[in-house]
Nanobody, 127 residues
Framework: QLQLVESGGGLVQPGGSLRLSCAAS????????VGWFRQAPGKEREGVSC????????NYVDSVKGRFTVSRDNAKNTVYLQMNSLKPEDTAIYYC????????????????????WGQGTQVTVSS
């Protein structure tokens, strides 16, 4: 199993930055991909970004391309989401999700692909 814990959310002004962290524990020696998702009030959960076990594969939803960067430090079992130039429409609860994979260079942006989920961290972008 994987246990995932997000941190780093908070209140930031438009144009500001935040870095979210997703700390993993459990069978972290195996290959596992991680996705970042967000859910705003009254909206469906949306895939924001994902990263494969080997970091060779990353993906982003169009609305965050050029502003968000996903990365991972496998030595620390932690995945990061650096969010720059934040906009009010980025306000949501952000979740990280993980799933074990048989290959290193694969990730996905739809929630059904993932087995394990963190508890979420609130990101609010407001002046």
């Amino acid at each position: 199993q994987l246990q995932l814990v997000e941190s780093g959310g908070g209140l930031v002004q438009p144009g500001g930055s935040l870095r979210l962290s997703c700390a993993a524990s459990g069978f972290t020696g195996a290959y596992y991909a991680v996705g970042w998702f967000r859910q705003a009030p009254g909206k469906e959960r949306e895939g924001v970004s994902c990263i494969s076990s080997s970091e060779n594969s990353t993906n982003y939803v169009d609305s965050v391309k050029g502003r968000f960067t996903v990365s991972r430090d496998n030595a620390k079992n932690t995945v990061y989401l650096q969010m720059n130039s934040l906009k009010p429409e980025d306000t949501a609860i952000y979740y990280c999700a993980g799933t074990f994979t048989t290959v290193q260079a694969v990730c996905a942006m739809y929630p059904e692909w993932y087995t394990y989920w963190g508890q979420g961290t609130q990101v609010t972008v407001s002046s």
